[in-house]
């Protein structure tokens, strides 16, 4: 038995692929050899839901940080430009009129508009941070899976094509709501309870929006795995 260990859970990633894929190669070598091969690899600890869940809403919480702060800067840039023209307006003005302190309101508008910008500069590392958490989080919580349900390679590419560990998030769509539509997929599909009555699933697109919080999201994660423990398959033999 091997234990491995860490503070973090998206460091756990690189060393247990690196160690099941130092396993196999030893032992794939001793068998190529004449030896006594035969490797199987399993783990029977629970799965790691609620640390995972906890990186996706780190994740989350970023990306709704992001939108917020990308709002402020939005209306300040529009309160700039808007001072700016009635400066333009006061300057052009042959009649002298007097500022009424807009060159201070201009002033301090441009200074919050620094602080707005480099506000979001930081969001904007620290979202790509837990990004890359995430997606080491998703890759070992997808080994473990492939593990504990002793998936065949077919079944595990599936799986990883609907858990994606590919985190990119843009301004129309985020890995949440990417994931959450895929779970919800393969529950409607492959993992319903009622696999009769999934063949006329309506399977029509629909536009894909940030939910207002992760709860949806882990719990069809907590059904999808809880139907693997039960046997189902995601690609039929």
Request: include cysteine.
């Amino acid at each position: 038995r091997y234990r491995v260990q860490s503070h973090h859970l998206g460091a756990l990633w690189f060393v247990a692929s690196e160690l099941t894929k130092r396993l196999g190669r030893y032992f794939e070598a001793i068998s190529s050899a004449g030896g006594e091969g035969g490797l199987e690899l399993s783990y029977t600890d629970s799965l790691p839901l609620s640390d995972f869940y906890s990186t996706i809403d780190t994740h989350f919480s970023y990306r709704q940080q992001m939108i917020e702060r990308k709002s402020l800067l939005n209306d300040c840039a529009q309160q700039f430009r808007t001072i700016e023209k009635r400066l333009l307006v006061r300057f052009k003005d042959r009649n002298a009129v007097p500022l009424q302190n807009l060159d201070v309101i201009m002033s301090e508008t441009y200074h919050r508009l620094l602080e707005l910008a480099q506000h979001v500069e930081q969001t904007q590392g620290m979202l790509g941070i837990s990004g890359n958490v995430l997606s080491c989080s998703t890759s070992l919580l997808l080994l473990l899976i492939k593990l504990r349900f002793k998936l065949d390679d077919a079944n595990f590419a599936e799986l990883r094509s609907h858990l994606t560990p590919n985190v990119v998030d843009n301004d129309d769509n985020g890995w949440e709501e990417m994931v959450d539509a895929a779970m919800t997929h393969l529950l409607r599909t492959v993992l319903a309870k009622n696999k009769g009555g999934a063949e006329g699933v309506n399977n029509r697109s629909h536009k894909l929006e940030m939910p207002e919080d992760t709860m949806k999201l882990k719990k069809h994660i907590s059904i999808v795995c809880d139907r693997l423990l039960k046997g189902c398959l995601l690609v039929e033999e």
